[in-house]
C-alpha cells in the first residue's frame, strides 16, 4: 500500500518530552514518572498505560468557581508513550525552574506530577474584573507543553525595555516579572474599548524575563461563541471580549 501518509512517521527520540510534530506530543512513560495532561487529550498510546482523574482539593475547586481558573486533569501512568494533541493547536515544551511560570490555563496542555500550580491574581490599576486577572502560577522543577493558536512571539523583557501585550493574546510569562493590568485610556472612560482601534486591556511587563503572544486573541476554539448584548461589545462579562469568546475574561 502506497499514500503520502506514510510521510508522516513518528519522530524516533530518546527524549521523554518530544513533538512529533507542530501539534501533537509525545511523553515516555518508564514506571515512576507520571505526567499530568488535560483530560481528553490523549489521541493514542503505546504500551501499559493507564489514565486516572486527578484529584482536586476542595479549596481547589473553590477557587476555580470564584476566578474561573484551574486545570481539569488526567494523570498518565504507567510504562509506554501517550500521545496527546488538543483541536490541533501548536504545541511547545518549556522547562519551569526556579523562577517559576505564570500561564492562562486554557492553554496548559500538559506538565510532570512533580510542578506545582496554584491560582494567583493579576494586578488591575483600576481593581476591577476584565480579561487576565486571574493566571496560573506552575513553580518546581519539570517540563510542561503549551499550545497556542499559530505560532508564537516570545518576547524578551529587560530593566530597561519592558513590554504591553493585549490581555488576549498573552499566553504565558516569567513568574518574576512584575505584571500590571491597564487600558491606555483615562478612568471615565476605562469601560470604553480605546476609541475605535478594537483594542482594551492589556498586560505591561518589567524587569527581567520573557513574554510569549499568539498571533490571535481567541482562546481554543471549544469556547468560541457569539456573544450577546451591550457587555459582551465591551470585553466584559461572561461574554468575553469583542462578544466572541465566553472564555476571555474572569469575572
Known amino acids: 500500500m502506497q ?3 506514510f510521510a508522516f512517521n513518528e519522530a524516533q527520540t530518546q ?3 518530544s513533538l512529533q510534530n507542530k501539534q501533537m506530543l509525545r511523553v515516555t512513560l518508564e514506571g515512576h514518572d507520571d505526567v499530568l495532561a488535560r483530560k481528553g487529550t490523549m489521541v493514542a498510546y ?3 498505560i493507564e489514565f486516572d482523574a486527578e484529584y482536586q482539593t476542595g479549596g481547589q475547586a473553590r ?3 470564584y476566578t474561573g481558573e484551574g486545570l481539569d486533569l488526567m494523570r498518565c501512568h504507567g510504562q509506554g508513550a501517550v500521545y496527546l494533541a488538543h483541536l490541533a493547536q501548536y504545541v511547545h515544551i ?3 525552574d526556579q523562577d517559576g511560570l505564570t500561564v492562562d490555563s486554557s492553554y496548559v496542555l500538559a506538565m510532570d506530577s512533580s510542578l506545582y500550580h496554584e491560582v494567583v491574581a493579576v494586578d488591575s490599576m ?3 474584573s476584565g480579561s487576565g486577572k486571574y493566571q496560573l502560577n506552575i513553580t518546581g522543577h519539570g517540563r510542561v507543553a503549551l ?3 499559530g505560532a508564537p512571539l516570545l ?3 529587560t530593566p530597561d525595555k519592558y513590554v504591553n501585550c493585549d490581555a488576549d493574546a498573552i499566553v504565558a510569562w516569567s513568574t518574576a516579572l512584575r505584571v500590571q493590568m491597564q487600558a491606555q485610556t483615562h478612568s471615565s472612560g476605562v469601560w470604553r474599548r480605546r476609541g475605535s482601534t478594537g483594542e482594551g486591556w492589556e498586560l505591561s511587563f518589567m524587569g527581567s524575563g520573557y513574554a510569549l503572544v499568539q498571533p490571535s486573541e481567541l482562546l481554543p476554539p471549544q469556547n468560541a461563541v457569539i456573544g450577546q448584548g451591550v457587555a459582551a461589545q465591551f470585553g466584559m462579562g461572561r461574554q468575553g471580549a469583542r462578544g466572541q469568546n465566553q472564555g476571555n475574561v474572569w469575572s
Do not use: F, H, K
Request: aromatic share 8%.
Open 3 to 5: 499514500s503520502p501518509l
Open 15 to 17: 527524549e521523554r518530552w
Open 46 to 48: 503505546q504500551g501499559m
Open 63 to 65: 477557587t476555580r468557581a
Open 94 to 96: 518549556m522547562d519551569v
Open 126 to 128: 483600576y481593581g476591577i
Open 147 to 149: 499550545m497556542t493558536s
Open 155 to 157: 518576547m524578551q523583557v
